[in-house]
């Protein structure tokens, strides 16, 4: 049974920084995709950022240049530079055994807890 736990949310000011972290416990072997999404308050959940095990990334327009995805084993880090009140959400960490083009298309299977991020202005 997959659980992926979250880490690393938190309040700071627009400019800031924070770095989001999200373990993976389970068969790790059997997942391809990490990624994490964010759902702002009162709007729908988006992919904000996704790494394969081969080390291809996806970013979303919205903040390529400011965030940055990274992977160590069953661990992935979200860091977010720049931060705006706009990225103010929870923040969900995924996992598939998909690859890039299958989560963009479907999503990820499984899903964290979550972990809220507020940039004050």
């Known amino acids: 049974q997959a659980e992926l736990v979250e880490s690393g949310g938190g309040l700071v000011q627009t400019g800031g920084s924070l770095r989001l972290s999200c373990e993976f416990f389970g068969s790790i072997f059997s997942i391809n995709a990490m990624g994490w999404y964010r759902q702002p308050p009162g709007e729908q959940r988006e992919l904000v950022a996704a790494i394969v095990v081969g080390g291809d990334t996806h970013i979303s327009d919205s903040v390529k240049g400011r965030f940055t995805i990274t992977r160590d084993k069953n661990t992935i880090y979200l860091q977010m530079n720049r931060l705006k009140p706009e990225d103010t959400a929870v923040y969900y960490c995924?996992?598939?055994?998909?690859?890039?083009?299958?989560?963009?298309?479907?999503?990820?299977?499984?899903w964290g807890k979550g972990t809220l991020v507020t940039v004050s202005s």
């Open positions: 995924a996992a598939d055994p998909g690859g890039l083009g299958h989560v963009l298309m479907y999503g990820m299977d499984h």
